[in-house]
């Protein structure tokens, strides 16, 4: 997937250069953009995005060996303008070929009996009893504000939802903004919490 | 907050691949410079798996979520997660809300004793409790006092009640000075409470005031007492109220009778109450029930 040829550690570091006098915090914003990039070819429906994540970064380094500037008005936007070109030549060669990977295809049109998933299942049954036990003891571990902002923030649907959630953010005095992020990490620590925990117990 | 919905709709459509290309084009490059939209979105992707697991989206949202992010055996597991984790988080809130009215009053009390706490601290914890209930009645002692003698004899029907008042406030103040002497007695490492270090913030009600958290309250190490001006976000119908100190797993660390004071009230504890940690501050109309009344809840940090 990577394209042809390879760049020097030289033009590596003259990209974090560009990023950041500081060492260290060139290496946090290298991360970042990695991160960014592999949810925009997520997000635009790559199936693997850290593959075309690899090339769009040696794209970009390559191009500083080549003693590129960056005249975009901010380096993140030369990574994607370049995430861009990478993405139009997979669109472009999934049109040419008529390909669609399989786990493109929504859960409807999926093959009906994959062995690799059928394996996976069965292992997944083996540890779902664990899982419910990790779950209750993570939610009976959660704090109770927590607990409460998480189930209020979920407990109704449509347009009533929407209007939960604004009451809600009114009522903690925050934006809603904020709110969904606060929300957001509760249920990420949660699951972290329940997939510690089913590694422990598998251990 | 209307400007915040229709940007929250954009970016779901932009999430489940229904914006145009020059659309989806200039969103990116928004959030690849903009860190708290990029927040927003991985976000919001995210709560769009907890709304599918309930149910919630429409059925065109639900086939463009399938499309996008149920495409592996990894997205299916995760959403099913996410249902689980969301029926165990409700079943649990609806469980705390229906035991809440019925607790028994000696459950704080037997949860007291029962918390794991050494002897010295537990000593130095209601001696410097009985300081705080010492301070506090001489106080309204005093402004009691002062009351009566300001109306004069006109009042004199008046100013019996309030000697009376006084009288009785007077001998529960004698039996915490005795009380208080017998603690101190106990415990040898009690300063005396002209030297007292007291340090003092104030609170206001809601979960969070911004998104960096909770207020840190910063506690020196030789404090003794901290005292938190609780401010009112509403009027409250009688100014008897009851204070309870939590610590973020709703144990109780600590309960007083509190009085408003115009729109605050001001609680003073044992620094040694408050470790390095997160606490919240339930502050409701004494007597009241869980449910019927309404609370200030003040959440804080502690830092050293």
């Known amino acids: ?203 | 907050m209307k400007r915040t919905t229709d940007e929250t709709a954009l970016l779901t459509r932009y999430l489940l691949g229904d914006l145009s290309e020059e659309e989806q084009v200039s969103l990116e490059e928004q959030f690849f410079a903009n860190d708290d939209m990029y927040q927003q979105l991985t976000a919001l992707e995210d709560e769009l798996r907890y709304d599918y697991s309930q149910g919630g989206l429409t059925a065109v949202q639900r086939a463009q979520f399938e499309k996008r992010f149920l495409t592996t055996p990894g997205d299916r597991r995760r959403v099913e997660l996410a249902k689980a984790v969301l029926a165990k988080a409700t079943e649990s809130a609806k469980l705390n809300a229906a035991l809440e009215p019925s607790r028994p009053w000696w459950a704080s009390f037997v949860q007291f004793f029962t918390t794991p706490v050494s002897l010295a601290s537990t000593v130095a914890a209601v001696s410097a409790l009985g300081a705080v209930l010492f301070f506090s009645q001489t106080v309204n002692l005093r402004q009691e006092l002062n009351q009566v003698q300001s109306r004069g004899s006109a009042d004199q029907i008046a100013l019996n009640e309030q000697k009376s008042q006084g009288d009785s406030l007077r001998r529960e103040l004698q039996q915490e000075r005795t009380r208080r002497e017998q603690l101190e007695q106990g415990s040898a490492s009690q300063k005396p409470a002209s030297r007292r270090f007291l340090v003092a913030f104030a609170l206001a009600p809601g979960l969070l005031r911004d998104t960096d958290g909770p207020k840190r309250l910063r506690v020196p190490a030789g404090a003794d007492e901290v005292r938190l001006q609780l401010d009112l976000k509403a009027p409250v119908p009688s100014p008897d109220l009851r204070a309870s100190l939590q610590n973020l797993e709703g144990q109780e660390l600590w309960s007083q009778d509190a009085k408003a004071a115009g729109s605050a009230v001001t609680l003073v504890l044992p620094a040694r109450l408050l470790p390095p940690g997160d606490y919240m501050v339930d502050l409701k109309g004494r007597g009241a029930t869980a449910d019927g009344a309404r609370s200030n809840e003040y959440y804080f940090t502690v830092v050293r």
């Open chain 1, 1 to 203: 997937m990577a394209d042809p040829g390879s760049v020097s550690q030289a033009a590596f570091d003259r990209l974090l250069q560009t990023l950041d006098a500081d060492r260290e915090q060139a290496g946090l914003k290298y991360e970042a953009i990695r991160q960014k990039l592999t949810n925009f070819f997520r997000w635009r429906g790559c199936s693997d995005p850290e593959d075309y994540v690899d090339v769009t970064i040696d794209r970009v380094t390559r191009r500083f060996q080549e003693g590129a500037e960056v005249h975009a008005r901010d380096p993140y936007l030369y990574f994607h303008g370049v995430a861009l070109n990478v993405l139009r030549e997979h669109w472009k060669k999934v049109q040419k070929h008529s390909i669609t990977a399989l786990d493109e295809l929504p859960p409807s049109q999926s093959p009906a009996e994959d062995p690799v998933v059928q394996r996976e299942e069965a292992a997944e049954r083996q540890t779902n009893e664990l899982r419910l036990d990790c779950l209750n003891g993570c939610v009976d571990a959660l704090p109770r504000p927590q607990l409460e902002m998480l189930t209020q923030y979920h407990q109704e649907k449509g347009g009533t939802k929407i209007a939960q959630r604004n009451e809600l953010a009114r009522k903690l005095d925050i934006p809603l903004n904020a709110l969904r992020i606060r929300v957001f990490r509760i249920r990420g620590d949660l699951e972290s919490c329940v997939g510690t925990c089913v590694k422990n117990g598998q251990r």
